[in-house]
């Protein structure tokens, strides 16, 4: 039974994690999946990519748990993620994916955060506080390799390579870029960002190298260098021949009502289901406002005890209803929960659905929803009568 402290909500108490819909952590699977995904980087060091808030899961928990367990890198994407997770990171290196924008240098620097410098801009920037400062500066180079989005392109390469104060001024901790096809191993995107990447990391002064997300983890050895930067493989996301990364999440929606209707009853905004049969609805709470996507309108489904409710009419800001007909009666009453993510759907069954990917869906998942971190493995709910 976990104890109370371990229980945290938006709203600061335990008791709100009792009463809402929950989002429940398993800090246990994260550390079992970053002992899988080290054990397939080999040699490569393993960071840990805990941007937008450990993609909704809660960054805090997750980077000290991962600390624990011996992780010493941690990518965030702004300087503001950066500032929050500082006073507990223990020794370890913060990067900051975007780098800074203009005024957050002093910030960056006092805080010890290591910017990943995108452009030349951001390098002028980076070495002119150095300069103010009287120190060294870290920081992480970062080379766009082919997706366009992030990074030095060749040009600035060259530029900054021939500044030879620059590299005095700052110490750069690693040279990276990103590839935008990891997740087709076959993509021929993969070997050509490859090559480029070694390419123009041979024009910078030698660095430590790092080119591989999750999904890059789970391609062959020489995509590895020195350090990989999986986020959702930690989060028990995707798959790798032969192997199994645990669960790390539950997302369970508590009954406000249920009720039986009529065939021929409409349900919800603009009566987008109409009922075959005489049937029960039960309204849960859990709405677009927490996260959950409203093109799972009429499309989504939940669980109770395995057996499936499907999403009845659109979802709303704060309710989604379910067609639970095939339940007994009575199986549902106020308080109990159904499964949205656990045993019988993943996240990935979820973004399928909905049109979309999963980091969406986690990255998107409300404030509201009360967070419970667990040191166990994940297991259902209780139903209404549950003493904790
Ligand atoms: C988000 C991100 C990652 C992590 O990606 P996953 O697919 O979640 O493993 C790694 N590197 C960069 C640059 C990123 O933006």
Redesign the pocket.
């Given at each position: 039974m976990p104890r109370d402290d371990e229980m945290i909500s938006p709203f600061g108490s335990d008791l709100a994690y009792r009463i809402g819909s929950r989002l429940t952590v398993s800090l246990s699977a994260i550390v079992a999946n970053y002992s899988v995904l080290r054990a397939r980087a080999g040699s490569a060091r393993v960071a840990a990519?805990v941007?937008a808030d450990a993609y909704g899961l809660g960054a805090v928990q997750i980077l000290q748990a991962l600390r624990e367990a011996g992780c010493s890198d941690f990518?965030v994407a702004d300087v503001a993620e950066a500032r929050r997770l500082s006073p507990y990171r223990l020794g370890a290196d913060l990067y900051v994916?975007n780098g800074f924008q203009p005024g957050a240098e002093e910030t960056c620097a006092a805080l010890g955060i290591t910017p990943v410098i995108n452009s030349l801009e951001q390098a002028e920037h980076w070495a002119i506080t150095a300069e103010r400062l009287g120190c060294v500066l870290p920081a992480a180079l970062q080379i766009d390799s082919g997706m366009s989005r992030l990074g030095l392109q060749p040009t600035e390469i060259d530029k900054l390579a021939q500044r030879s104060g620059w590299f005095e001024r700052v110490s750069v901790r690693l040279i990276?870029s990103?590839l935008a096809c990891a997740d087709e191993p076959a993509h021929r995107a993969n070997a050509s960002q490859r090559r480029r990447f070694v390419d123009l990391s041979r024009r910078l002064p030698k660095a430590p190298l790092s080119l591989a997300?999750?999904?890059g983890v789970f391609l062959p050895k020489p995509y590895h260098f020195d350090l990989v930067?999986?986020?959702?493989?930690l989060y028990g996301i995707g798959s790798i021949p032969g192997q199994k990364l645990e669960p790390a999440f539950r997302v369970d929606a508590r009954v406000i009502q249920v009720r039986s209707i009529e065939a021929g009853a409409g349900v919800g905004y603009g009566l987008s289901f109409k009922a075959k049969r005489p049937s029960r609805v039960a309204t849960v709470a859990m709405g677009y406002a927490d996260g959950w996507p409203r093109q799972l309108s009429n499309r989504g489904s939940a669980y109770h005890k395995g057996i499936k409710l499907p999403f009845a009419g659109r979802v709303s800001m704060d309710t989604i209803l379910l067609d639970v007909t095939n339940l007994p009666d009575g199986a549902l009453g106020l308080g109990d929960y159904v499964e949205l993510v656990g045993d019988h759907q993943t996240i990935e069954d979820v973004a399928a659905d909905a049109g979309t990917i999963p980091?969406e869906i986690l990255a998107g998942l409300g404030r509201r929803l009360a967070r419970k971190y667990t040191r166990e493995a994940l297991a259902s709910p209780a139903g209404r009568c549950q003493s904790q």
């Open positions: 990519v941007k990518f994916l990276m990103h997300n999750s999904a930067r999986p986020g959702l493989a980091y």
